[in-house]
T-cell receptor
Framework: KNEVEQSPQNLTAQEGEFITINCSYS?????LHWLQQHPGGGIVSLFM???GKKKHGRLIATINIQEKHSSLHITASHPRDSAVYIC?????????????FGTGTRLQVFP | DAGITQSPRHKVTETGTPVTLRCHQT?????MYWYRQDPGHGLRLIHY???????DKGEVSDGYSVSRSKTEDFLLTLESATSSQTSVYFC???????????FGPGTRLLVL
């Protein structure tokens, strides 16, 4: 079983819909990252969080440390949001700065 | 965005040949990482560096070596490429403690 699981694996939506992507993990962590990978392949960091909630524009990320779960929400989705969204955790069981990555959620938003 | 470049961006090579991928950063980040990305897998760490001449293995290090002779450059070498090393390779920097990791544009490697 992967230490970081994302759901769903694939997601399609109509423009304007509210989207939720989930990430569950099985290890103790010091931080959780949400990343975005566009069809061209480039990867950018969206959020890093260790508790509570963060918001940037139409993106909201939440984390529940007790339940070992995080969600990424996109409000008023747009076709330009189409990308692969990747969850990654920094495990406290490692003694160095390494991330464990989920396999990603592929989002397609249609006009 | 951190100034991270990778070269080459695309490479086709034959089994058994040596291959070196280069990652160059202009942000003076201490930490640098090499990952590979394959369908059905998350990004997997090959090797990482926590300073000049300081490197360590990741989870999929077999068949790969690295070198970091100066802060800005981190080289990944496939001593004798195999078809199983066909992949997209990403370099990243930063990541110390609570910091964000910044990713390069990736190198697409095909081993025939």
């Amino acid at each position: 079983k992967n230490e970081v699981e994302q759901s769903p694996q694939n997601l399609t939506a109509q423009e304007g819909e509210f989207i939720t992507i989930n990430c569950s993990y099985s290890v103790g962590i010091s931080a959780l990252h949400w990343l975005q990978q566009h069809p061209g392949g480039g990867i950018v960091s969206l959020f890093m969080l260790s508790s509570g909630k963060k918001k940037h524009g139409r993106l909201i990320a939440t984390i529940n440390i007790q339940e070992k779960h995080s969600s990424l929400h996109i409000t008023a989705s747009h076709p330009r949001d189409s990308a692969v969204y990747i969850c990654a955790v920094r495990s406290i069981s490692y003694n160095t700065d390494k991330l464990i990555f989920g396999t990603g959620t592929r989002l397609q938003v249609f006009p | 965005d951190a100034g991270i470049t990778q070269s080459p961006r695309h490479k086709v090579t034959e089994t058994g040949t040596p291959v070196t991928l280069r990652c160059h950063q202009t942000e003076n980040h201490r930490y640098m990482y090499w990952y590979r990305q394959d369908p059905g897998h998350g990004l997997r760490l090959i090797h990482y560096s926590y300073g000049v001449k300081d490197t360590d293995k990741g989870e999929v290090s077999d068949g790969y070596s690295v070198s970091r002779s100066k802060t800005e450059d981190f080289l990944l070498t496939l001593e004798s490429a195999t078809s199983s090393q066909t992949s997209v390779y990403f370099c990243a920097t930063g990541g110390h403690n609570q910091e964000t990791q910044y990713f390069g544009p990736g190198t697409r490697l095909l081993v025939l």
